[in-house]
T-cell receptor, first 116, second 112 residues
Framework: DTGVSQNPRHKITKRGQNVTFRCDPI?????LYWYRQTLGQGPEFLTY????????KSRLLSDRFSAERPKGSFSTLEIQRTEQGDSAMYLC??????????????FGPGTRLTVL | DQQVKQNSPSLSVQEGRISILNCDYT??????FLWYKKYPAEGPTFLIS?????DKNEDGRFTVFLNKSAKHLSLHIVPSQPGDSAVYFC???????????FGTGTRLQVFP
């Protein structure tokens, strides 16, 4: 399967715990994006990378959230001291991405986080 | 501030008929508009896009229309098939960034 993959697919945690999600983009895609989708809403942009450089961060990405893409391949999204409001589907996407023009984004299946 | 709006949360259409999904936007800085389809437990799948300099784009059974003066776009599916039953998201790409802004989605159900 050469699509975007995300692990784990589901994560249940207790409030206050830290969680980390992984995203593997389509091979040779330069750009990697993170979105969050809550119930009844569309995906909301969190951040994106061009290779290993983080180019933009949303105001939704509080200081408890950190995303990395250390070698320009896979990415991790960590949430520290989780809160119940963090419960959502976390979606990763990738594109061939060059410049500030439209690039088709291919989405992974998402990681569903439930914070108890 | 909802920049992309889908005012119909659901739509039910008979198989073989036309499905029309609507989307409104408020920001003139969008350069591309897209439609994504989403099944439960899967990520969104790209369906069709349109540049802001066009007013129509067609791909098989799917046609997207853009009315810039009204800041409105629509997705037409004809003929509708039961496999089209899913949630459809309208999204807009903002000029000079590379992020997508999504609407809240419309759940389409195509019944026999």
């Amino acid at each position: 399967d050469t699509g975007v993959s995300q692990n784990p697919r589901h994560k249940i945690t207790k409030r206050g715990q830290n969680v980390t999600f992984r995203c593997d983009p389509i091979s040779e895609h330069n750009r990697l994006y993170w979105y969050r989708q809550t119930l009844g809403q569309g995906p909301e942009f969190l951040t994106y990378f061009q290779n290993e450089a983080q180019l933009e961060k949303s105001r939704l990405l509080s200081d408890r959230f950190s995303a990395e893409r250390p070698k320009g391949s896979f990415s991790t999204l960590e949430i520290q001291r989780t809160e119940q409001g963090d419960s959502a589907m976390y979606l990763c996407a990738s594109s061939v991405g060059q410049g500030r023009v439209y690039n088709e984004q291919f989405f992974g299946p998402g990681t569903r986080l439930t914070v108890l | 501030d909802q920049q992309v709006k889908q005012n119909s949360p659901s739509l039910s259409v008979q198989e073989g008929r036309i499905s029309i999904l609507n989307c409104d936007y408020t920001n003139s800085m969008f350069d591309y508009f897209l439609w994504y389809k989403k099944y439960p437990a899967e990520g969104p799948t790209f369906l069709i896009s349109i540049s802001s300099i066009k007013d129509k784009n067609e791909d098989g059974r799917f046609t997207v229309f853009l009315n810039k003066s009204a800041k409105h776009l629509s997705l037409h599916i004809v003929p509708s098939q039961p496999g089209d039953s899913a949630v459809y998201f309208c999204a807009a790409h903002r000029l000079n960034t590379d992020k997508l802004i999504f609407g809240t989605g419309t759940r389409l159900q195509v019944f026999p």
